[in-house]
């Protein structure tokens, strides 16, 4: 900074010289001052890599495998000091400089209490990095990541992390282990909820972000979090959708369907990356060397920390991979992993595995320097307490703007499945309507998994949202989803029995004239751990609804779940159905605007939803097979008893007006292809469409997919007006991966298609 000022004061001297030598002086200025801009930049970098080296040499080796160290909670820390057991020993370790991260403190007390521990009573007074699950807001609650993803808005993405980062760091939380960008075809995986859907361009898209809205421009300001890439890799891809499962892929698969998402935050500058649970090619992710080091270290020059999964280092010993701990804390840190979460390997073995020689201290070197460098990204060593305001925890937490940015966002991402002789949107004045269903009055379920940060109970329910609307409204329950009150620790008892309340519903359906009801999953039952083998509705409620529809077919069905449900039966019997998924704290308000037509719907779904499980998976970036086509003959790829077709598709979703596409234009200028079409809202509501482009290389070395997503656009149309939307793609975007994960370009012909979704596009071919 001395530098830059006595610089400044030169110029501005120079500038102030005699009038005939003004014009030079003017040039030399400016050339000056952007050396001194760049100048400035590359010191600050430089600079704190001096700062991290001069840290390292002062640092014994225990101390540098304490920052690799990173445990759960601690005692009650405004209480008193630990006597004894597991606590005391974290303790003991805080206070000697063997713990380089904490998960799962918030509240600025408790952040402060510990942080202070840290620089005060610690040898080299390093800050602590306080991690959390902030997954889709943290006190302020927004839909799941998928139903946001089915918005395909990706500035009302990224509003949502904002909010999410402003509330976390008013809590004294720096660092959130999100988002999931794991690519998933499997819709009994639990944590399909997690991520973005299917496809791995658009997933990248709303990973970046989400990316940018945890960590802003300026990872160093107190409203912003360092985000975590997860799972570093393949773990969307458990077989039979089990989690904690095996993995096995092709190199094909793994550089063009799940890799893309990890590499684009890699090169955005997401902070952290976390690895995974599962295996790929054999070896544990945590284990993995050519996945973290060759890979994410070396080609793609992350200069970011890998931290572990929780426990992950530890059940390389289960996976078969390692014999105990020790060698499993060896296997890790060699093949990349930085940080241990929770298995207490590294401060246990890491010291020992050097002086055997069987871990180089250049390693622990390399993995202290990418810790220490996240540390001064975030400020911390400037002011450790920079995220410990109360100001701001008081004032930040449910404020009304987040409010108001959670109702947009939940709206945007509802899809609109069915609407049968156009049965939605409901008027106010219409008399006679039942609500049925324990998830309309629920205030908890629709906050869905993962809002550990957040309290019960504050959803908008269905009902509340629903009687801002109208007051014809009568209730009744039907039947109860799960029995006991479930939570994040333990297995949702469904209610697989109980159907005494079935017969004051199907009486109230003989007398109502429009029936909504309002059904689906209970709030824990999709998340980490909450695999299923059966994707109907759970427990009792698809009786409910045979035994309702059987005296009223006037049904409006409204589904609130965490992942594709198979809903073949309500869609062949339900006039309307709308997939409001999982939406957060401003749940009933959004789904009763839609209802009522406040809200147009603009969901597109970004996960095909199966006709029945037997089709799992089932995806449209789908390969051909060899026989491909319907024939006379049973002989080609089938089923014999649904069609091969999803019941929904990827990019599907209704609105209340319709959309035509024409004069449709490919052209190849140059390099490029220009693509454009011409979009019209032929309804008499204004709408919004999403406008999908896909290309398919129709012969190549490698066999690549029937469709891939290149782009989309999504567009506010007025009623009766067109619009002209326009694509450019370039070679890149028409090349693909080869096993080496090397992206290849392959001239040929190509199919370029537009379209509402995967499964209704207008297709032109050219050649490159």
Not at 531 to 540: A, H, K, R, W
């Amino acid at each position: 900074m001395r530098y830059y000022n006595k610089m400044s004061a030169f110029l501005y001297k120079f500038t102030n010289m005699k009038k005939q030598i003004v014009s030079i002086a003017i040039g030399v200025v400016a050339t000056l001052a952007v050396g001194v801009a760049k100048a400035q930049f590359k010191t600050a970098i430089d600079s704190t890599e001096i700062k991290i080296e001069q840290l390292l040499k002062r640092m014994t080796l225990a101390e540098k495998i304490g920052q690799m160290n990173q445990y759960n909670g601690f005692w009650e820390v405004t209480g008193p000091v630990p006597k004894d057991g597991d606590a005391k020993v974290k303790y003991d370790h805080l206070r000697k400089g063997l713990v380089g991260a904490v998960l799962n403190v918030r509240g600025v007390e408790n952040v402060r209490k510990l942080q202070a521990i840290a620089v005060n009573e610690t040898r080299l007074k390093i800050p602590l990095l306080f991690g959390y699950d902030v997954i889709h807001g943290h006190k302020t609650i927004f839909p799941i990541p998928l139903a946001e993803s089915c918005s395909w808005d990706l500035e009302a993405i990224e509003k949502a992390s904002r909010v999410a980062a402003i509330e976390a760091s008013a809590l004294g939380i720096n660092w959130t282990f999100a988002p999931m960008v794991d690519i998933c075809r499997d819709p009994r995986w639990g944590r399909i909820m997690e991520g973005a859907g299917e496809d791995p361009f658009l997933g990248t898209q709303i990973g970046l972000a989400r990316v940018k809205g945890f960590q802003g421009n300026d990872l160093a300001a107190p409203n912003t979090i360092a985000a975590c890439a997860k799972h570093f890799a393949g773990y969307g891809f458990s077989e039979a959708g089990r989690d904690y499962n095996t993995v096995d892929l092709s190199h094909v698969t793994l550089h063009n369907i799940i890799l893309p998402p990890f590499k684009a935050l890699a090169k955005a500058g997401v902070a952290t990356f976390m690895n995974a649970f599962n295996v790929v090619d054999g070896i544990p992710a945590t284990g993995n060397a050519y996945l973290q080091r060759d890979i994410l270290k070396q080609k793609w020059n992350y200069k970011g920390m890998v931290v572990s999964d929780w426990g992950s280092i530890g059940e390389m010993v289960s996976h078969g991979f390692a014999a105990d701990l020790k060698e499993a804390a060896h296997l890790a840190v060699n093949a990349g992993s930085d940080m241990d979460m929770e298995a207490a390997a590294y401060v246990t073995y890491l010291e020992a595995l050097v002086k055997e020689g069987k871990v180089k201290e250049a390693t622990i070197n390399d993995a202290v320097r990418r810790i220490l460098r996240l540390k001064f990204r975030l400020g911390l060593f400037d002011d450790p307490y920079r995220y410990c305001n109360e100001q701001r925890e008081k004032t930040l937490i449910y404020h009304p703007d987040h409010i108001a940015a959670a109702l947009d966002v939940a709206t945007k991402s509802m899809v609109l499945l069915k609407n049968e002789n156009q049965l939605l949107p409901l008027s106010p004045s219409q008399k006679n309507i039942l609500v049925i269903g324990a998830l309309a009055a629920d205030k908890s379920s629709p906050l869905g998994s993962w809002r550990i940060g957040s309290d019960d109970d504050i959803a908008v329910s269905v009902l509340e949202g629903l009687s801002k609307h109208t007051n014809n409204i009568t209730y009744v329950k039907g039947a109860e989803v799960a029995l006991g009150k479930s939570d994040f620790l333990h297995e949702v008892k469904i209610n697989t029995t109980d159907t005494s309340e079935f017969a004051a519903a199907v009486e109230a359906a003989k007398k109502a004239e429009v029936v909504i009801m309002v059904l689906g999953e209970q709030g824990f039952q999709t998340g980490e751990a909450r695999s299923t083998s059966s994707l109907q509705l759970p427990g009792v409620q698809q009786q409910l609804l045979e035994a309702v529809r059987r005296v009223n077919k006037n049904i409006v069905l409204v589904l609130m779940n965490g992942r594709p449900l198979a809903i073949t039966w309500a869609h062949e019997h339900i006039p309307a159905i709308l997939e409001a998924w999982q939406p957060g704290i401003q749940s009933g308000n959004a789904i009763a605007n839609i209802l009522f037509g406040k809200s147009n719907p603009s969901g597109r779904l970004t996960i095909s939803f199966p006709r029945t499980e037997g089709q799992i998976p089932v995806y449209y970036n789908q390969y051909s097979t060899g026989r491909p086509d319907a024939k006379d003959v049973v002989f080609w790829s089938h089923y014999a008893d649904i069609p091969n077709t999803p019941l929904y598709p990827f990019g599907y979703g209704l609105t209340y007006t319709s959309f035509k596409y024409s004069n449709y234009r490919v052209a190849k200028v140059n390099d490029k292809v220009q693509v454009q079409v011409t979009i019209t809202n032929a309804g008499q509501r204004d709408g919004e469409e999403v406008v999908q482009l896909y290309i398919r290389d129709k012969f190549a070395s490698i066999v690549r997919p029937v469709k891939e997503l290149k782009g989309f656009k999504k567009l506010a149309i007025a009623a009766g007006k067109s619009v002209e939307v326009a694509f450019e793609l370039t070679k890149t975007d028409l090349s693909f991966y080869n096993t080496k994960g090397d992206l290849v370009f392959e001239p040929g012909a190509f199919d370029i298609m537009v379209g509402s979704n995967a499964a209704e596009v207008t297709t032109q071919t050219i050649v490159f």
